[in-house]
Nanobody
């Protein structure tokens, strides 16, 4: 059974940093694209960042570009999201995702979802 386990969420003050990790079990995703989505209270789930299977290509939502960095370690079957200069509007549940499709920015293009990790940014 495939499982994606996020960790690293929590409470941080505005301007602070957090690093999310997501480890996969049940199969290897070295040839899949990884990514992160988030869902704030009362809002729809939205794309945050993605990284290609090789790690050579990354892309970000405009709202996080320059502040967030996605990376992956295929040997560990793990993806990371380094979040700097956090803002209260970054408060959301963050979901780790895996997709066979390139540039998977829509929820319909995702093959696997994690359970989510809550990130709360206080002002």
């Amino acid at each position: 059974q495939v499982q994606l386990d996020e960790s690293g969420g929590g409470l941080v003050q505005a301007g602070g940093s957090l690093r999310l990790s997501c480890a996969a079990s049940g199969r290897t995703f070295s040839t899949y694209n990884w990514g992160w989505f988030r869902q704030a209270p009362g809002k729809e789930r939205e794309f945050v960042a993605a990284i290609s299977w090789s790690g050579d290509s990354t892309f970000y939502a405009y709202s996080v570009k320059g502040r967030f960095t996605i990376s992956r370690d295929n040997a560990k079957n793990t993806v990371y999201l380094q979040m700097n200069s956090l803002k209260p509007e970054d408060t959301a549940v963050y979901y780790c995702v895996v997709s066979r499709r390139n540039y998977a920015t829509s929820t319909s293009s995702i093959d696997y979802w994690g359970e989510g990790a809550l990130v709360t940014v206080s002002s």
